[in-house]
């Protein structure tokens, strides 16, 4: 039975906060997989039924007494998949754990996989009531949160006195250094992955897929410091940037290195013998659960395929992937045997994207 709304402690709660002009305190955000049986009212839950984890508000939009959370959903430290029905959202209420306020059950689950199988990480808005005073989060810095785009604009690029767009810094080093698919030492390391190093307080992203334990990066990595990396591409002459359009034409917006498109049209043919970041960034449809980076128009799977899933409609999806030695670029909204995230479930790749998406190209090399 599907269910969204206050728990009744969390309207005992709001009742108090109106009586006495206090704005609502969230205090946390959990995520679970139980689910509810019959008989069961969720309005009486006062946790979740089955915890899985902590996850991340990252951000609030507040008008008079209605608020939207936005909490973000990462597989960073799950070893074993599940499926999401819980979302549990805490206040502060003076007891040590707080008190369950909003309570969501849901019946059409997302899968959740480990970090090990695919490494994922998407948004959920969440619309509740609270007080006409301005909502507060207690206790909570941004740490470890997976900056996007939008996020970045929002709180840091114009807040911070530069008055352009995070597009205009870069949009790569944004999708790039909004991801971390795990931290050194490594026992294996991805081709197109990004791993931060604690000792530098650095990310790299992996050139070459490694089977092995690696303690530090070596010259399989390329370094991604956000300021290093800024200032390289606001000097960088050769940069590539286009973006296929929902009717499957690609416009070019930079080409700095002689890149046409291919005789079918579908593709974006560069100079050989180059290695290639390629970031594509785009949102999903009701069609489209992943996205790839190919260099073939046949669509054949290989190590030198880059994916990324989501397994809900309508999110924004960013795939990142190194391409080497390839003179071809095709970029594909894929359909998956949903909730699967995996590339054996990859059914086919959508004939045209349902909403744009742009690309960005570096030259490694």
Same mark, same amino acid.
């Given at each position: 039975?599907?269910?969204?709304?206050?728990?009744?402690?969390?309207?005992?709660?709001?009742?108090?906060?109106?009586?006495?002009?206090?704005?609502?305190? *969230?205090?946390?955000?959990?995520?679970?997989?139980?689910?509810?049986?019959?008989?069961?009212?969720?309005?009486? #839950?006062?946790?979740?039924?089955?915890?899985?984890?902590?996850?991340?508000?990252?951000?609030?939009?507040?008008?008079?007494?209605?608020?939207?959370?936005?909490?973000?959903?990462?597989?960073?430290?799950?070893?074993?998949?599940?499926?999401?029905?819980?979302?549990?959202?805490? %206040?502060?209420?003076?007891?040590?754990?707080?008190?369950?306020?909003?309570?969501?059950?849901?019946?059409?689950?997302?899968?959740?996989?480990?970090?090990?199988?695919? +490494?994922?990480?998407?948004?959920?808005?969440?619309?509740?009531?609270?007080?006409?005073?301005?909502?507060?989060?207690?206790?909570?810095?941004?740490?470890?949160?997976?900056? $996007?785009?939008?996020?970045?604009?929002?709180?840091?690029?114009?807040?911070?006195?530069?008055?352009?767009?995070?597009?205009?810094?870069?949009?790569?080093?944004?999708?790039?250094?909004?991801?971390?698919?795990?931290?050194?030492?490594?026992?294996?390391?991805?081709?197109?992955? %990004?791993?931060?190093?604690?000792?530098?307080?650095? *990310?790299?992203?992996?050139?070459?897929?490694?089977?092995?334990?690696?303690?530090?990066?070596?010259?399989?990595?390329?370094?991604?410091?956000?300021? !290093?990396?800024?200032?390289?591409?606001?000097?960088? $002459?050769?940069?590539? #940037?286009?973006?296929?359009?929902?009717?499957?034409?690609?416009?070019? #917006?930079?080409?700095?290195?002689?890149?046409?498109?291919?005789?079918?049209?579908?593709?974006?043919?560069?100079?050989?013998?180059?290695?290639?970041?390629?970031?594509?960034?785009?949102?999903?449809?009701?069609?489209?659960?992943?996205?790839?980076? *190919?260099?073939?128009?046949?669509?054949?799977?290989?190590?030198?395929?880059?994916?990324?899933?989501?397994?809900? $409609? $309508?999110?924004?999806?960013?795939?990142?992937? +190194?391409?080497?030695?390839?003179?071809?670029?095709?970029?594909?909204?894929?359909?998956?045997?949903?909730?699967?995230?995996?590339?054996?479930?990859?059914?086919?790749?959508?004939?045209?994207? !349902?909403?744009?998406?742009? %690309?960005?190209?570096?030259?490694?090399?």
């Amino acid at each position: 039975m599907a269910f969204r709304g206050l728990t009744k402690k969390g309207a005992d709660y709001l009742a108090t906060r109106l009586a006495n002009e206090l704005a609502v305190e *969230f205090l946390k955000v959990e995520i679970g997989d139980g689910a509810v049986v019959s008989g069961q009212n969720p309005k009486n #839950q006062t946790s979740l039924i089955s915890y899985k984890k902590d996850v991340r508000i990252l951000k609030k939009e507040q008008e008079n007494n209605a608020i939207n959370l936005t909490i973000q959903i990462t597989n960073d430290d799950i070893t074993q998949g599940f499926y999401l029905k819980e979302i549990g959202i805490y %206040v502060n209420d003076s007891s040590s754990n707080g008190c369950l306020y909003w309570y969501c059950n849901e019946d059409n689950a997302q899968y959740i996989p480990a970090k090990t199988d695919s +490494v994922i990480a998407f948004e959920i808005d969440i619309r509740m009531e609270v007080t006409n005073s301005d909502a507060t989060i207690i206790n909570w810095s941004g740490k470890n949160t997976w900056i $996007n785009k939008e996020y970045l604009e929002e709180n840091y690029t114009q807040n911070g006195g530069y008055k352009g767009t995070a597009q205009e810094i870069d949009d790569r080093v944004v999708s790039a250094l909004g991801k971390e698919d795990g931290k050194f030492p490594l026992n294996e390391a991805i081709q197109g992955n %990004v791993y931060y190093f604690p000792a530098n307080k650095k *990310f790299y992203i992996c050139k070459e897929t490694q089977n092995r334990r690696i303690s530090v990066p070596d010259v399989k990595f390329e370094e991604l410091s956000i300021w !290093e990396n800024r200032k390289r591409l606001e000097n960088l $002459n050769k940069h590539l #940037q286009y973006v296929i359009k929902y009717n499957n034409t690609i416009i070019f #917006q930079k080409n700095d290195i002689g890149a046409i498109l291919t005789t079918d049209g579908l593709g974006v043919r560069i100079p050989k013998n180059h290695n290639i970041l390629v970031i594509a960034t785009g949102s999903t449809g009701n069609n489209s659960y992943a996205m790839g980076v *190919f260099p073939n128009v046949e669509k054949r799977f290989s190590e030198h395929c880059g994916f990324s899933f989501y397994p809900q $409609n $309508n999110s924004r999806i960013t795939c990142s992937h +190194v391409l080497d030695s390839t003179d071809t670029i095709y970029v594909r909204a894929l359909t998956t045997k949903a909730p699967h995230t995996h590339p054996q479930f990859i059914i086919n790749y959508l004939d045209k994207p !349902e909403n744009d998406i742009i %690309v960005n190209c570096i030259l490694l090399d």
